[in-house]
């Protein structure tokens, strides 16, 4: 499996930049890797996605190390609406298609005042 | 508005009752999946269709049924429900990356809160 580790939990003081890491040493060539947040129990909100390159967008920006092996989101001022389940995914290799994913536990990001 | 409905939001049902959970997208999305999350466990995909008469199995698909006949339709099946099945259920369709195997951003519909007694 494309399996991903991520911390459960982690703080980060409102406007400072939250920092979320996750490894997947599994992850082959051609698998992107995914961010999504869920905030209480809504529908997962997809934040960004990538292969190789460091990624950007209006939400978040993407840090994929050389290895492909770990990847950090970065949310460059964090806000109290911030605070949700972050989840790191990757393609989960059992399977022979990339719409097979597997989510994992998450990280559990509060942002306080 | 984009979006993916589903329904119903709340069911709850018995053993051995057979149920459908709708799922609809209308944005003419290739991809689609269901989900299923627990609290420690956190969200299990169920199965996915590729497109139309495509499905595959996710990580827990025992005791789950799809079809695809439709590009907007996904619905989730439980012949037989049993209380092990209670849960939030999500439905999420996504567009095909161009350009390589992949997947754009899914978009998740509200969740399905299903109670088996």
């Known amino acids: 499996d494309a399996k991903t580790t991520q911390p459960p939990s982690m703080d980060c003081a409102e406007g400072r930049a939250a920092n979320l890491p996750c490894n997947h040493s599994?992850?082959?060539?051609?698998?992107?890797v995914y961010w999504y947040r869920q905030i209480h129990s809504q529908g997962p909100q997809y934040i960004i996605h990538?292969?190789?390159n460091n990624e950007t967008n209006e939400m978040a920006s993407l840090i994929i190390t050389e290895d492909r092996k770990s990847s950090t989101l970065i949310l460059p001022h964090a806000t109290l609406r911030d605070t949700a389940v972050y989840y790191c995914?990757?393609?989960?290799?059992?399977?022979?298609?990339?719409?097979?994913?597997?989510f994992g536990q998450g990280t559990i990001l509060t942002v306080h005042p | 508005e984009a979006q993916v409905t589903q329904n119903p939001r709340y069911l709850i049902t018995v053993t051995g009752k057979k149920l459908t959970v709708t799922c609809s997208q209308n944005?003419?999305?290739?991809?689609m999946s269901w989900y299923r999350q627990d609290p420690g466990l956190g969200l299990r995909q169920i199965y996915y269709?590729?497109?139309?008469?495509?499905?595959d199995k996710g990580d827990v698909p025992e005791g789950y049924k799809v079809s695809r006949k439709e590009k907007r339709n996904f619905p989730l099946i439980l012949e037989s429900p049993s209380p092990n099945q209670t849960s939030l259920y999500f439905c999420?369709?996504?567009?095909?990356?161009?350009?390589?195997?992949?997947?754009?951003?899914?978009?998740f519909g509200p969740g399905t809160r299903l109670t088996v007694l």
């Open positions: 999420a369709s996504s567009l095909l990356l161009a350009g390589g195997p992949g997947l754009n951003e899914q978009f």
């Open positions: 599994t992850i082959s060539g051609n698998e992107y």
């Open positions: 990538g292969l190789k």
């Open positions: 995914i990757g393609r989960n290799a059992g399977g022979t298609s990339y719409g097979k994913l597997t």
């Open positions: 944005m003419n999305h290739e991809y």
């Open positions: 269709s590729m497109n139309v008469e495509v499905t």
